[in-house]
T-cell receptor, first 111, second 112 residues
Framework: SQQGEEDPQALSIQEGENATMNCSYK?????LQWYRQNSGRGLVHLIL???NEREKHSGRLRVTLDTSKKSSSLLITASRAADTASYFC???????????WGAGTKLIIKP | SQTIHQWPATLVQPVGSPLSLECTVE??????LYWYRQAAGRGLQLLFY??????ISSEVPQNLSASRPQDRQFILSSKKLLLSDSGFYLC???????????FGSGTRLTVV
């Protein structure tokens, strides 16, 4: 069963704008991770945030985690055409640490 | 540095034929290895994982099986493919369960 649900399912913005994607989950977690997948390719790990962290940065990426609302957001600032991809959140649940995946947000950056 | 190789990139197989997808990891030892399947426009479904040679855990009853004959080799197999086995198969590795995984480039399997 899917734990994470990304919102929106698809997002199209102009190059240079900021892109925000959200992920909601249902059970308590050990950590939450964001991955990027270019069309027809494997996934690339972007960032991991632990359940005791609230915000994390990596380059143009900013991730927040609100465990009380069971939600996370991924912000990509100053978007570029190369950011066009699908973005997935995955949660590691405390019981067995297997990753449970959302269905992804498809991000399109228009030049 | 660690690398993961997965092949072939695409595969078209008739119903009832066997399957063998191979994944190898370089530059690390005793990794946790994973096979995932991704349906179009969906997230990933874990099929199998392995924490060591010969140790395979199955997450979903499938027409598929997995083997780990060597520390850095993970094989996904089927004796007889079904149409429903079509999908995008991804191999991944990680040091610690539940932390960041590194994925292979995937195999697009079409069963006809």
């Amino acid at each position: 069963s899917q734990q994470g649900e990304e919102d929106p399912q698809a997002l199209s913005i102009q190059e240079g704008e900021n892109a925000t994607m959200n992920c909601s989950y249902k059970t308590s977690i050990n950590n939450l991770q964001w991955y990027r997948q270019n069309s027809g390719r494997g996934l690339v790990h972007l960032i991991l945030i632990r359940s005791n962290e609230r915000e994390k940065h990596s380059g143009r990426l900013r991730v927040t985690l609100d465990t009380s609302k069971k939600s996370s957001s991924l912000l990509i600032t100053a978007s570029r055409a190369a950011d066009t991809a699908s973005y997935f959140c995955a949660t590691a649940v405390d019981s067995n640490y297997q990753l449970i995946w959302g269905a992804g947000t498809k991000l399109i950056i228009k030049p | 540095s660690q690398t993961i190789h997965q092949w072939p990139a695409t595969l078209v197989q008739p119903v009832g034929s066997p399957l063998s997808l191979e994944c190898t990891v370089e530059g690390t030892s005793n990794p946790n290895l994973y096979w995932y399947r991704q349906a179009a426009g969906r997230g990933l479904q874990l099929l199998f994982y392995s924490v060591g040679i010969g140790q395979i855990s199955s997450e979903v009853p499938q027409n598929l099986s997995a083997s780990r004959p060597q520390d850095r080799q993970f094989i996904l197999s089927s004796k007889k493919l079904l149409l429903s086995d079509s999908g995008f198969y991804l191999c991944a590795w990680g040091y610690i369960m539940g932390l960041g995984y590194t994925f292979g480039s995937g195999t697009r399997l079409t069963v006809v």
